[in-house]
């Protein structure tokens, strides 16, 4: 299976929330609807090298639960820097099995923002929407394609 069929994929994370929240989605620019925990959101798919080095820079805002998934060939540590990214972002660095391993807050600027795990996704969505929805590291992520479940380890990126 290949990372492009993400568009059809839904995300589980195994938290429990109280209410369903559903996404405005129509300020997001991607096509990838994800479920984490009971709130549905929306990323665009950065799985090429193109892609990944660009990710969100020149955005002026982003859709409250829109985001961008960043889909990696190989686990290690990884470094993202915010230049030309203009927005506030939280990142979420996810290992191959689906679990969290760390959140921070980057701000835009030049500076560089290295991981302290290595990962094989990163989630960014904007700046404090992963304390908002009560996302912790340790949470396990469940993919989910055409109603069955599939590990993260069979999604790999382009190089």
Known sequence: ???RMLSTVLLLLTLTYGTVSIADVSACKGDTQLSIGEKQI???VADT???RRYGL???H???QDCGMLFVFANS???TFTMQNTLIPLDIAFISADGTVKEIFTMQPGNKK???TVESDFALEMNAGWFE???LQTGSVITLFINDASVSLSQIKADN
Do not use: C, D, K, L
């Open 113 to 115: 923002y290295p991981s």
């Open 42 to 44: 929306v990323v665009e």
């Open 132 to 134: 908002e929805n009560a």
């Open 49 to 51: 090298e193109r892609s």
């Open 1 to 3: 299976m290949t990372h």
């Open 57 to 59: 820079m020149f955005r």
């Open 61 to 63: 805002s982003m859709g």
């Open 76 to 78: 290690r540590i990884r």
